[in-house]
Nanobody, 120 residues
Framework: VQLQASGGGLVQAGGSLRLSCAAS????????MGWFRQAPGKEREFVAL???????YYADSVKGRFTISRDNAKNMVYLQMNSLKSEDTAVYYC???????????????WGQGTLVTVSS
C-alpha cells in the first residue's frame, strides 16, 4: 500500500482543515488507517484511527474536534479538523496497519506527511 497525504496549510486558530490520504493497492479495505502528527522538537504522536469497519478512536487531545473517515471505494481516508489550536501545528502523517493499534511502530505503511500550521 502506498499512501499520499495532502490538504495541509496555514490556518488561523479556530479554523478548519481537511486532510486527505490517497492509498494505492487493491487491499486498502483490509487495513486500519491512522493519522499521526509530529510537532517541531517533539515525538510523533497518535491522532486518530479508523478500522476497516469504520470504528474510530481518537487521542484525547483531539476528541470532539477532529473526525476521521474513510471511503473504501475511493481508497481514501480523511481527517476533518475543526476548532484548530496552535498546539495542533505539526506534520501530519497517514499510515496503514493490519491490526488495531495506536502504536506507530506497528503500522506497516506511511505517507510522506503534510504540514499543518495554526496561527494564533
Amino acid at each position: 500500500v502506498q499512501l499520499q497525504a495532502s490538504g495541509g496549510g496555514l490556518v488561523q486558530a479556530g479554523g478548519s482543515l481537511r486532510l486527505s490520504c490517497a492509498a494505492s493497492g487493491r487491499t486498502f479495505s483490509n487495513y486500519g488507517m491512522g493519522w499521526f502528527r509530529q510537532a517541531p522538537g517533539k515525538e510523533r504522536e497518535f491522532v486518530a484511527l479508523i478500522r476497516q469497519s469504520s470504528t474510530t478512536y481518537y487521542a484525547d487531545s483531539v476528541k470532539g474536534r477532529f473526525t476521521i473517515s474513510r471511503d473504501n471505494a475511493k481508497n481514501m481516508v480523511y481527517l476533518q479538523m475543526n476548532s484548530l489550536k496552535s498546539e495542533d501545528t505539526a506534520v501530519y502523517y497517514c499510515a496503514a496497519a493490519r491490526i488495531w493499534t495506536i502504536r506507530g511502530s506497528e503500522y506497516d505503511y506511511w505517507g510522506q506527511g503534510t504540514l499543518v500550521t495554526v496561527s494564533s
